[in-house]
């Protein structure tokens, strides 16, 4: 099935055409190592790499043509498929706004400083057993992820689910304003980023951007537990939406009634948007249940039957990286690793300690943190890291590893009972956090990505042969 007629993909980019070009296209890529037959290949020129370096080795790996910069068009033969444009990012981002005007789907976009992808992903699940439904893949939610996601939206999409991110002020602004959802998530706001902004209020005002591209009569759902509802909330009216809240304040339209908490679901009660559910989540920890308030009151504003939506909540599971659970085989029994490498800012922090405060303990095993620095908190970030031994303490965390130099700042405050490691690389901690687990524990691994904690799961995946994935 054809995604794009390579006549509309030109009509949208005002690309010049070179070669024996493909009728259409089933799909588009900016990456060599996974790009399928036939897909048009995107030649973005990043910060690291320029995409026109690997032109060849996608058009040997089949695909149907590649779309290149004017000024890059003599490197490539004469007759080699090509859709030639000014710039390719902007071509992409032309080909995104046309993919938007084709489009007759319900079309939600998420923010937040955390809980973004993990709600996105939700969205998608229950979205997806009522129609035809296209989400964001991974975390493509920057400047090229966004105008990419959105150009691979199928016409005949019903639903259409778009995460958004941003580092600084005023990134959000041009890519909402492309996607134009008639729904706008905003998760949380929580210190993140700090480096680049003078304070959290200033964060708040850049999630509230995602507000400024909303359809006319399109809504705005915002925590209504957040410190900064009010702040987002006049932003979104300033915008004409209309505003739902979620959790569990009592003038929250997607309200939290009750709910129990498991060490790997959740049962909820919740009244939304005036209707009364009850469901199962199939992922763990309140910061789930909440967002869980907003997935069910944006897939309501889209059209979607709630019931249906909150049914298939129970399927829901942790993205890779975010909670995902892995069985330990180790030789006198087994462990439980719990993934939660791909990122960490403070409040996902305090959230992954509280859920590894929730499993239950077998026999003498131990609940084990393995930590690696939050980035990107500027000045303050000494004295977050400092603050995570409260939380260390309430969740009866027994080991805590640090790694990194931030994490020394954590490592000092703990009790020296609570000490199970420290190093200034996850390289340097991996052999003691590998020689530490024993059988009955649970080991939460938890950073930044750019602190390196990936390695030490894959290391205990390895070093505990052929885990069942749970």
């Known amino acids: 099935m054809s995604l794009w007629t390579v006549e509309a993909m030109a009509a949208a980019m005002g690309a010049a055409r070179a070669g024996a070009l493909p009728a259409a296209v089933p799909g588009l890529s900016i990456d060599t190592r996974t790009i399928k037959p036939g897909e048009a290949f995107f030649a973005i020129t990043g910060e690291n790499r320029d995409g026109h370096e690997f032109v060849a080795a996608a058009l040997a790996a089949r695909a149907g043509l590649a779309v290149v910069a004017q000024s890059e068009r003599d490197r490539f033969p004469a007759d080699a498929p090509l859709l030639v444009v000014p710039e390719v990012l902007a071509a992409l981002g032309d080909l995104a706004g046309a993919a938007r005007a084709r489009t007759s789907a319900g079309i939600v976009a998420v923010t937040g400083s955390v809980g973004k992808t ?103 759902v915002i925590n209504r537990d957040s410190p900064h509802y009010e702040r987002l909330a006049a932003r979104a009216r300033a915008a004409g939406a209309r505003i739902v809240g979620f959790g569990a304040h009592e003038a929250a339209e997607a309200r939290l009634l009750k709910c129990a908490l498991q060490a790997d679901r959740s049962t909820v009660s919740a009244r939304i948007l005036g209707h009364e559910v009850s469901y199962r989540l199939g992922a763990p920890g309140r910061h789930v249940v909440e967002n869980s308030l907003a997935v069910l009151a944006a897939a309501a504003l889209l059209g979607a039957d709630l019931a249906l939506a909150a049914l298939a909540l129970a399927e829901l599971k942790p993205p890779k990286g975010r909670g995902e659970r892995i069985a330990l085989a180790l030789p006198g029994g087994e462990a439980l690793l719990i993934d ?129 994935r749970g």
């Open 340 to 468: 939660e490498s791909y990122n960490a800012n403070p409040i996902s922090m305090r959230a992954a300690l509280a859920l590894l405060g929730q499993v239950p303990m077998r026999g003498l095993g131990r609940r084990i943190a393995v930590l690696g620095d939050m980035l990107e908190l500027g000045a303050q970030g000494e004295a977050l890291h400092r603050g995570l031994a409260e939380a260390v303490l309430e969740n009866h965390v027994d080991l805590v590893f640090c790694c990194g130099p931030l994490m020394r700042a954590l490592w000092e405050a703990l009790p020296s009972e609570r000490r199970g490691g420290y190093a200034e690389t996850s390289a340097a901690l991996e052999a003691e956090v590998l020689g530490t687990v024993q059988d009955g524990d649970v080991v939460m691994v938890k950073g930044s990505l750019g602190s390196r904690m990936g390695p030490i799961v894959k290391a205990l995946q390895r070093q505990y042969s052929e885990p069942v």
């Open 118 to 220: 993990g709600t996105k992903e939700a969205l998608r699940l229950v979205l997806a057993d009522q129609g035809a439904t296209h989400a964001s893949a991974a975390s493509y939610n920057n400047h090229w992820g966004v105008p990419l996601s959105l150009a691979l939206l199928p016409e005949r999409a019903r639903f259409g689910v778009f995460e958004i991110g941003m580092n600084h002020a005023g990134e959000i602004t041009p890519l909402t304003r492309l996607v134009r959802p008639q729904v706008a998530v905003v998760t949380a706001v929580a210190p993140v980023h700090l480096e680049f902004f003078p304070s959290v209020e200033a964060i708040a005002d850049a999630k509230a951007e995602i507000f400024l591209g909303l359809e006319p009569g399109g809504a705005a």
